[in-house]
């Protein structure tokens, strides 16, 4: 079909024409675990196909846009445990977006491996580089592979009923047939090629958006340069060079030439536009780096991670480096490694006291050193959980310097006794170990430390984070007086800005803590202190890093909401990236911008120590200033089924939630539309007032109401409320995952105004 692999040059290229005939290749899960697969591109140049060679028919297929990363060589931990079998040259990984196990390939030669890592990253990097038109084309085609079940290139009208149910729409036979018969120009009784592009219009047709137009439209066709002026000055509140900014928009988003000659824009171009990342809900210029990054570290919140081995549950799951590879490739900043001492001298990592898997602790290194800076520059923290005897953890203190070379920060970055912490820009590059410490850094720097000393119990001890909760408290007390632990010299010199100490109180901690010392929190001890003393925990907060994690209770890792923890200016809110829901929206949302590296500043108020600002009483601080936003839900489009049963249909509602200080956590939702999640239309206006606007995060939610049981998520969005664009926007949703699920949004208009 026309639309199909739309930009990609197939001829002449040797690795997707291979990709195309197919080949055999071993799927591998395990040491034991290898079977041979047909593996082939379809014709689509989007999807992948692969079946057993055995008889039969089942096949298996996966969409190239499922695909975030190919891996060549012996990069994942089943691929290293057959590297003897099979060298590295013919060994490659693909890599899934979201929570989506890998998939671990053997090739039957270096050069047909070569073919299929080079051939999946052209798929990758074409589809990355997609324009707006191509991505349209791309999903019109995808729907009619879908409903095309005959494969004769032609849909007739059954097919087209059957494709309308697999599209969430419940529409009448009548209209159903009456789009059909104008689609069919030639009146072959089926729709081809452009008949079917033809049909998906009349049935996207957007009421919602032509009202818009037309309002700004001086002659109901067109929107002029002036027009669309007014449009981005009224409406979407745009102040910058408007003039400049309206024709950017037309060259960018305009496909007809003959409007772009006379500098306006049609339907289709308007329509464009809403539908991109410029009108969008998340503000682009919030996308690159934009904040101060010269700050000291305690004033940047950081994505971080716990027990970042843990690919599953807390008790009996898998331990993997992917959970490493994986967190670090989300922005993630801060990672977990709890140490045990290992057969033949080699430490492990695992959660001790429980049948989770156990992973070598040099390999845990490896992924770090390997992946800590892909996606963002600034510095990674290692935070390690330290069980292991003296020998053991010579042999840690060995790894990480062998390992990671000059990316280890192994002493203070001028060699000086310091002041206060250095800034994300300064640890550009670097990895710091956030562990405990014999003495002090000023006596490491004079050289004032013996060989070997005694430590007290690491804070972040399971027994510790059990006692904290009060289970067998008497018990738990008596073990933690008598673990006291040896440190080894080499180790404890490792550590240097971030040393880890028990928490005794915040008046102790004013009198007697230093700069570089870090305490941790399980999420109820941080309650309690948040609850009796809020604006004493920002301003310890705006002095000191702060570690908060989830209780030991926390079996089957679910997350706490990090928002309470954020309200108190702590950095360190480690939550488990491998569980999906509210808890990583949330985070995902609030590291969405700043280039997603992993740091976002404080606001003015957490970060002066002179300020004292409790989340409790927003009202009192200075510059108090609180906002109304006012949400007009007008629209779903193309929401994703939720329920497989045949014939079911989404009846969709859009739940909007504010997460931020007490005052301001607040939900609200529209009325739920009944049989429609193809092109839902509420036009129902959300409104909340927000005291502390500079810590709100915004979450949308969309769910399939059902009267009686529990409703169905269907997909959620979240963004911190000052990187909203206001006017009409689209909102592109994103699955339980945080994945994208193109082409589903919602779309709002947008109003932030000062309560008077």
Not at 187 to 210: I, N
Request: glycine content about 6%; proline content about 3%; aromatic content about 8%.
């Amino acid at each position: 079909m026309a639309f199909i692999g739309s930009g990609l040059r197939i001829q002449g290229d040797d690795n997707l024409q291979s990709m195309l005939v197919g080949t055999v290749m071993r799927k591998i899960k395990s040491r034991t675990w290898k079977k041979q697969r047909y593996f082939r591109l379809q014709d689509d140049c989007m999807t992948i196909w692969y079946k057993s060679k055995k008889a039969g028919n089942t096949h298996s297929t996966f969409s190239v846009s499922d695909v975030e990363a190919v891996r060549e060589g012996h990069q994942s931990e089943v691929l290293l445990s057959i590297a003897d079998e099979f060298p590295a040259d013919r060994c490659f990984t693909l890599v899934f977006r979201g929570r989506r196990g890998n998939l671990d390939l053997v090739a039957e030669s270096a050069e047909e491996a070569q073919s299929w890592i080079s051939g999946m990253r052209k798929l990758i990097e074409n589809l990355e580089n997609m324009g707006e038109r191509e991505k349209l084309d791309q999903w019109i085609g995808d729907w009619f592979k879908k409903a095309d079940k005959n494969n004769d290139g032609r849909m007739n009208f059954k097919e087209v009923r059957d494709l309308l149910k697999m599209m969430n729409v419940d529409m009448n036979e009548h209209h159903a047939h009456h789009l059909f018969t104008m689609a069919d120009k030639s009146q072959s009784g089926a729709l081809e090629d452009d008949e079917f592009v033809l049909f998906y219009k009349m049935l996207t047709q957007r009421e919602d958006v032509m009202r818009v137009f037309q309002e700004f439209s001086a002659d109901g066709q067109k929107l002029s340069q002036a027009d669309l002026e007014d449009f981005l000055k009224e409406e979407q509140l745009e102040g910058d060079d408007i003039q400049q900014h309206a024709k950017q928009l037309i060259e960018r988003y305009e496909p007809s030439d003959t409007a772009k000659l006379l500098n306006a824009m049609t339907f289709d171009g308007f329509l464009m536009y809403l539908g991109s990342a410029e009108g969008s809900i998340f503000n682009p210029q919030r996308q690159a780096v934009f904040q101060d990054m010269t700050q000291p570290l305690c004033h940047y919140f950081i994505s971080s991670s716990h027990n970042t081995y843990l690919m599953e549950d807390q008790l009996r799951g898998q331990s993997s480096v992917e959970g490493y590879i994986r967190a670090l490739n989300r922005g993630c900043r801060c990672v977990e490694v709890d140490c045990w001492d290992g057969a033949s001298g080699e430490p492990i990592v695992y959660h001790g006291h429980t049948f989770t898997s156990k992973i070598l602790f040099k390999d845990v290194v490896n992924a770090v050193g390997n992946y800590a800076f892909k996606i963002s520059e600034y510095p990674v923290i290692l935070s390690i959980e330290n069980h292991c005897s003296v020998e053991q953890q010579r042999v840690m203190a060995q790894h990480l310097k062998q390992i990671l070379g000059d990316k280890l920060l192994k002493s203070t970055l001028d060699g000086k006794a310091p002041i206060g912490l250095p800034s994300p820009e300064d640890l550009k590059g670097k990895i710091l170990l956030k562990a405990k410490k014999i003495g002090g850094l000023e006596e490491s720097i004079n050289g004032m430390v013996e060989d070997s000393l005694t430590g007290e119990v690491s804070d972040e001890d399971e027994v510790a984070e059990i006692d904290e909760d009060n289970l067998h408290h008497e018990n738990v007390r008596r073990r933690n007086k008598k673990s006291k632990q040896r440190l080894s010299k080499e180790l404890s010199d490792c550590v240097v800005y971030c040393k880890s100490v028990h928490f005794s109180s915040f008046k102790h901690s004013r009198i007697h803590s230093k700069f570089y010392e870090v305490a941790s929190f399980t999420e109820s001890k941080a309650r309690k202190q948040l609850r009796e003393a809020g604006a004493e925990f920002v301003h310890h907060n705006s002095r000191h890093l702060t570690r908060v994690y989830p209780s030991g209770f926390r079996t089957d890792s679910s997350n706490f909401n990090p928002q309470e923890m954020w309200n108190a200016g702590c950095q360190i809110v480690a939550l488990n990236f491998q569980t999906a829901g509210e808890g990583m929206d949330l985070n995902d949302g609030l590291f969405s911008q700043n280039h997603r590296c992993g740091y976002v500043l404080k606001p003015t108020f957490m970060r002066e120590v002179e300020k004292r600002f409790d989340p409790e009483t927003p009202q009192k601080r200075d510059g108090y200033q609180p906002l109304v936003l006012t949400i007009l839900v007008i629209s779903g489009q193309q929401l994703p089924k939720v329920n497989i049963k045949e014939g079911s249909i989404v009846d969709p509602l859009v739940r909007v939630e504010i997460h931020g200080v007490p005052m301001d956590q607040a939900k609200q939702e529209t009325r739920y539309i009944e049989n429609n999640g193809f092109n839902p239309v509420w036009y129902d206006t959300l409104r909340f007032t927000i005291h502390t606007p500079e810590l709100a995060m915004v979450r949308f939610v969309v769910e399939d109401y059902d009267k009686t049981s529990k409703n169905d998520f269907v997909g959620q969005y979240t963004l911190p409320l000052s990187c909203m664009q206001q006017g009409y926007r689209h909102i592109h949703l994103l699955s339980k995952d945080g994945t994208s699920i193109p082409p589903s949004s919602l779309f709002v208009h947008i109003r932030i105004t000062e309560l008077k």
